[in-house]
């Protein structure tokens, strides 16, 4: 059985509530840290421990709360970003709602380790269910005497806001998310200044993902080397994935990076296989932003290696033969699933949710949904997909912000390792219509770049 670090109690009955999650050794990283550790001391653990940012962007944590300004007599503050809203993600809603206990115990051991007195946990506003829990846990450790003044009689101060989104993808991005706290429009910021220098009402700020906070409390528990011997190079630890798609047993699932793809789709412990006895046709590792996969890339490199779960081997061979981790949505696509109507939906949703501040964007994105609704409906021409591809390449890396390269991945992705799905639609614009593509080579092995 894999070691979980995260979700170790999480079918505990009663485990969101702070009685319960205390039975099960709860706060016992707030105590440890407060008590026995300085803030360096925690941020040394933090960096011993290789914990890369789990939000999608995998920057190591510790390195990143070095960066952190510590002008005198200017406040730092923490803020979560919990505006999960990438498709094929919800990981950290899961968590939210099962065990938001380890969000808060976290939420206390980052801001003592940040030397920060305020704290904020931005939650997407459809989450509302999500919300009541997670401000439910935060009177709960303060009645506890867990937050507040002089915590534990340490003499460390902090209180923690949770704050509803507006709805919007783009406030996933840290920049937005700040000028949306600040009461503002939801668009990014240019950097620098970085959020580290300037970032919440100007002064330095760490944003971190849900997940990441979380796993600073097995961190500050066990020790950094500790939590840095479960996984491989350099990705260290645990990672929650979101499984969902054509898979008998979708879910989130705690893993030891460095585990099979294969393994994780088909084996018993985790997904299980394809639903339905299909066969597997394509994958998005780590969701709707990462490229996609075709069979024959997922569980195996183009060298013939196997493709584990880890940051470095997902992306093996760039984004010509390989993905990213991105934020862990991991969806499955069978033999029935039509490559070129899920990339419309893809391009729709970064369309409708482009903030609009920069034109090759809020632009591009519904050039790129008008075409493929073209194609997918039966009026497309070949050279439309020559069309998507060129201006796919002009929105990637022309942005302030990465929404553009993440509506620009996955159409590049689908040109690249499904071209004959998009030529067939355009050539039988009738049966188009009636039946999907189906598998093709996609499911034959490649021969392996020597």
């Not at 979700?7 to 509530?17: A, C, E, Q, S, Y």
């Not at 300085?38 to 789990?54: F, Y």
């Not at 999608?56 to 505006?83: E, I, Q």
């Not at 380790?113 to 439910?136: D, S």
């Amino acid at each position: 059985m894999a070691r979980k670090l995260l979700l170790t109690h999480i079918d505990v009955p009663g485990i969101d509530t702070l009685e319960v999650y205390r039975r099960q050794g709860g706060y016992r990283a707030v105590e440890k840290a407060l008590k026995t550790m300085s803030p360096d001391d925690v941020v040394e653990e933090v960096k011993k421990s290789g914990l890369r940012g789990r939000g999608g962007a995998g920057f190591p944590t510790g390195m990143k709360w070095s960066f952190l300004a510590k002008p005198d007599g200017v406040p730092r503050y923490l803020v979560c970003n919990g505006d999960e809203s990438e498709p094929g993600t919800f990981k950290d809603r899961f968590l939210m709602t099962k065990i938001p206990h380890a969000l808060i115990e976290g939420m206390i051991v980052s801001s003592y380790a940040l030397g920060a007195n305020t704290a904020y946990i931005y939650i997407r506003g459809e989450m509302m269910p999500q919300i009541r829990i997670v401000e439910r846990a935060i009177a709960e450790a303060k009645s506890a005497g867990f937050l507040g003044k002089n915590i534990l009689g340490s003499g460390y101060d902090l209180e923690v806001y949770v704050q509803p989104g507006g709805g919007a993808y783009i406030c996933g991005e840290e920049t937005a998310l700040l000028e949306s706290l600040e009461g503002k429009r939801g668009n990014p910021r240019i950097k620098p200044p970085f959020p580290a220098v300037a970032g919440l009402y100007g002064c330095p700020t760490v944003v971190n993902n849900v997940e990441s906070i979380a796993a600073t409390v097995p961190i500050v528990n066990d020790g950094g080397e500790e939590y840095a011997k479960i996984g491989i190079e350099r990705s260290t630890g645990t990672k929650l994935i979101s499984a969902s798609g054509n898979l008998v047993r979708p879910g989130v699932y705690e893993i030891e990076l460095g585990l099979p793809v294969e393994e994780f789709i088909y084996s018993d412990e985790y997904c299980g296989g394809i639903a339905n006895g299909k066969r597997l046709k394509a994958m998005v590792a780590g969701g709707s932003s990462v490229p996609i996969l075709p069979n024959n890339l997922a569980t195996k490199t183009a060298k013939g290696e196997a493709r584990l779960m880890t940051y470095e081997s997902l992306a093996d061979g760039g984004f010509v033969t390989g993905t990213a981790m991105g934020s862990g949505g991991f969806i499955a696509f069978d033999e029935d699933q039509c490559i070129v109507r899920n990339t419309l939906n893809f391009t729709r949703f970064y369309h409708h949710e482009s903030c609009g501040q920069c034109s090759p964007c809020r632009e591009g994105t519904g050039w790129m949904e008008k075409v493929l609704h073209k194609i997918e409906y039966g009026h497309g021409d070949i050279a439309d997909i020559d069309l998507l591809w060129d201006i796919q390449r002009k929105i990637d890396g022309n942005t302030i912000c990465p929404l553009g390269d993440a509506s620009a991945w996955p159409v590049a992705s689908a040109i690249r390792h499904f071209r004959d799905e998009f030529e067939w639609h355009i050539l039988n614009p009738r049966e188009s219509q009636t039946r999907n593509f189906g598998l093709a080579h996609y499911a034959d092995p490649l021969v392996p770049v020597v």
